[in-house]
């Protein structure tokens, strides 16, 4: 098989595209603001809000899988028991960042600020 | 002679899945995935039949050796995999070069995991990953290319 091919410019092309698709998305309509509260889903469901600074453990049908610190402004987990523990690597998050462990389909992210309409 | 090829680069490939976790990656998430090199060089060789047995066999024998097996991220690996050497042998076979193919399939690869992944955990935010995954995939496809040739020219030596 050949090393390069011509019409291998169509998916360079193409990546380029998609690349370019999703930043321009981040830079129009993913430009959002978020709050100082954090929201933590197991399996796609909130089960917990924090906005207060704190160490807070949590649990998945009642056994802890890992823990959260919250210093008021940045997050971050420690002592998960996910066996790659790439949740714990990703470190302390900022406003817009997310915490994913995958193995106790576990999310943590900024809550979303709410649009401030204005109206007449 | 291709089975016994077949259960070589299955074991190679195996070694390199698990071997490569401990190779640095710029994120915290993911891996380079050099293993796939083995898959693009079966589909630009082989049936599909071949490409699709490395890419299941090197995932499952990878993850039973780093004790991962029927975890979350064995899926996501699982069924990238897959799906990567579907669509390299289909470019394969409209005269795609290895570059395309291979670019190609790493981006099949990170995209198929991501909807798994984010099917498992039941959330979207799993693809925020995406674009750099894409980015970084592109450059160790780009590497794949130089390793399934070389795979190649000893496919073609023996012969």
């Known amino acids: 098989m050949k090393l390069f091919s011509k019409k291998d410019v169509y998916v360079i092309l193409a990546l380029l595209v998609i690349a370019l698709s999703f930043l321009l998305y981040k830079f129009t309509y993913g430009n959002k603001k978020y709050s ?16 207060k600074p704190g160490t807070y453990p ?14 008021g402004k940045e997050a971050k987990v420690v002592d998960s028991t996910c066996s790659l523990k790439i949740c714990e690597k990703i470190g302390w998050i900022k406003p817009g960042g997310e915490i994913i462990c995958v193995p106790n389909k576990l999310v943590i992210k900024f809550k979303e600020s709410k649009i401030d309409a204005q109206t007449w | 002679m291709v089975t016994a090829l077949t259960a070589v680069l299955i074991a190679v490939a195996s070694g390199i899945y698990f071997v490569e976790n401990l190779i640095p990656f710029p994120l915290p998430v993911g891996r380079w995935g050099f293993s796939n090199s083995v898959v693009l060089f079966y589909a630009a060789n082989f049936p599909l039949k071949f490409s699709i047995t490395v890419a299941a066999g090197k995932t499952l024998i990878g993850a039973i050796f780093s004790g991962r097996i ?29 570059v395309g193919a291979s670019i190609a399939g790493s981006a099949v690869n990170n ?3 991501m909807i798994i992944g984010a099917f498992l955990i039941k959330s979207r935010y799993i693809f925020s990953f995406l674009p750099l995954f894409l980015i970084i995939g592109s450059i160790s496809a780009l590497a794949n290319v130089y390793i ?8 073609r030596e023996l012969q």
């Open chain 2, 111 to 113: 995209l198929v995991q």
């Open chain 1, 36 to 51: 100082n509260t954090l929201e933590v889903f197991i399996n796609g469901r909130l089960i917990m809000e924090i906005d």
């Open chain 2, 70 to 98: 029927f975890s979350p991220p064995f899926f996501m690996g699982f069924f990238g995999s897959i799906a990567a050497a579907i669509v390299e042998t289909m470019l394969f076979r409209f005269k795609f070069g290895y």
């Open chain 1, 58 to 71: 949590i649990y998945k049908d009642e056994k802890r899988i890992t823990t959260l610190i919250f210093n």
């Open chain 2, 148 to 155: 399934a040739k070389t795979f190649e020219k000893i496919w």
